[in-house]
């Protein structure tokens, strides 16, 4: 079982940065993978960036390339989603995932974080 707390969401102008951090505790993440989603009001959820625990490989939602970078501290099984020239379209709560390597669905989130850009 694996409890992920998300943190860092606020208020920012656009072209603006933020840092969230999820920080995951109950048991190592090794052979996991994490990663972080979001939902708008009024749509739909949507996969933002993985990594892979083990290896540190990564992928991004076209949406965000070259903007966000999710990556990881081991000793302290905490995943980060760096979010940089930040749109006003990426106003939505953030939230943190988790799955085991072994399955293939997200079975584990974070309660999320609200970030909102304004114009």
């Known amino acids: 079982q694996v409890q992920l707390v998300e943190s860092g969401g606020d208020l920012v102008q656009a072209g603006g940065s933020l840092r969230l951090s999820c920080a995951a505790s109950?048991?190592?993440?090794?052979?996991?993978?994490m990663g972080w989603s979001r939902q708008a009001p009024g749509a739909e959820r949507e996969v933002v960036a993985r990594?892979?625990?083990?290896?540190?490989?990564?992928d991004y939602a076209d949406f965000v390339k070259g903007r966000f970078t999710i990556s990881r501290d081991n000793g302290k099984n905490t995943v980060y989603l760096e979010m940089n020239k930040l749109k006003p379209e990426d106003t939505a709560v953030y939230y943190c995932?988790?799955?085991?390597?072994?399955?293939?669905?997200?079975?584990?989130w974070g309660q999320g974080t609200q970030v909102t850009v304004s114009s």
């Open positions: 995932n988790a799955r085991h390597m072994s399955v293939s669905a997200w079975n584990y």
């Open positions: 990594i892979n625990w083990n290896s540190g490989a990564t």
């Open positions: 109950g048991r190592t993440l090794n052979n996991y993978i």
